[in-house]
């Protein structure tokens, strides 16, 4: 069983930067690929950024590439979502996931909600314009 705890969301104007942290109960941390998802109000949960177990590759949608940076900290059992030039349509909640299967595939499968066996319960973010 993994727990995901996720923090750092609030309020900000647009432009603006938040940091969001998901601290992660479980000794092999190291050996999960950890995501970041977030869902709206309304629209489905969709995939944000990725970051594999094995050799710390990245991956992100479209809509944050060159505004948001996930990172890890195996020693902490923490990822983290570092997220700039913050739009009104990043509003949203956002969600830690883990995938404890140590399968290493392509983005098709690293982006995929159903390939992450754990979620944590999330944090709000909204952007104001």
């Known amino acids: 069983q993994v727990h995901l705890v996720e923090s750092g969301g609030g309020l900000v104007q647009a432009g603006g930067s938040l940091r969001l942290s998901c601290a992660a109960s479980?000794?092999?941390?190291?050996?999960?690929?950890m995501a970041w998802f977030r869902q709206a109000p309304g629209k489905e949960r969709e995939f944000v950024a990725a970051i594999r177990w094995w050799g710390g590759g990245t991956y992100y949608a479209d809509s944050v590439k060159g505004r948001f940076t996930i990172s890890r900290n195996n020693a902490k059992n923490t990822v983290n979502l570092q997220m700039n030039s913050l739009k009104p349509g990043d509003t949203a909640v956002y969600h830690c996931a883990a995938d404890v299967s140590r399968v290493l595939s392509d983005s098709a499968y690293h982006t995929a909600l159903g390939s992450y066996n754990y979620w944590g319960q999330g944090t709000q973010v909204t952007v104001s314009s």
């Open positions: 479980a000794r092999t941390f190291s050996m999960y690929t």
